[in-house]
Nanobody, 118 residues
Framework: QVQLVESGGGLVQTGGSLRLSCAASGRSFSFYAMGMGWFRQAPGKEREFVGWTGSSTYYSDAVKGRFTISRDNAKNSVYLQMDSLKPEDTAVYYC????????????WGQGTQVTVSS
């Protein structure tokens, strides 16, 4: 089992930046071999894919060019740098990992709130 813990959410103004962090822990897992990514869920909306990094890196059209995923395998951590934030980016952001593909991860964090004020 793998545990994922996010941090770094908060309130930011339109056009601002935030960096989310996610630390993975658990027994007998190889973080460097795991695909890792982020989903988000806005109020009243379904959860949606944000981005993923594995053998390749993918982003949703909504965040492409503004968000960047990176990882530090030595720290078992993945990050989401969010720039040029918009009010529509307001959501709970979930760190995810593992699984057979980027849309069906095995592991989920508890989520961290990001609020972008207009």
């Amino acid at each position: 089992q793998v545990q994922l813990v996010e941090s770094g959410g908060g309130l930011v103004q339109t056009g601002g930046s935030l960096r989310l962090s996610c630390a993975a822990s658990g027994r007998s897992f190889s973080f460097y071999a795991m695909g890792m990514g982020w989903f988000r869920q806005a109020p009243g909306k379904e959860r949606e894919f944000v981005g993923w990094t594995g053998s390749s890196t993918y982003y949703s059209d909504a965040v492409k060019g503004r968000f960047t995923i990176s990882r530090d395998n030595a720290k078992n951590s993945v990050y989401l740098q969010m720039d040029s934030l918009k009010p529509e980016d307001t959501a709970v952001y979930y760190c995810v990992g593992g699984g057979s593909n980027r849309y069906r991860p095995n592991y989920w964090g508890q989520g961290t709130q990001v609020t972008v004020s207009s």
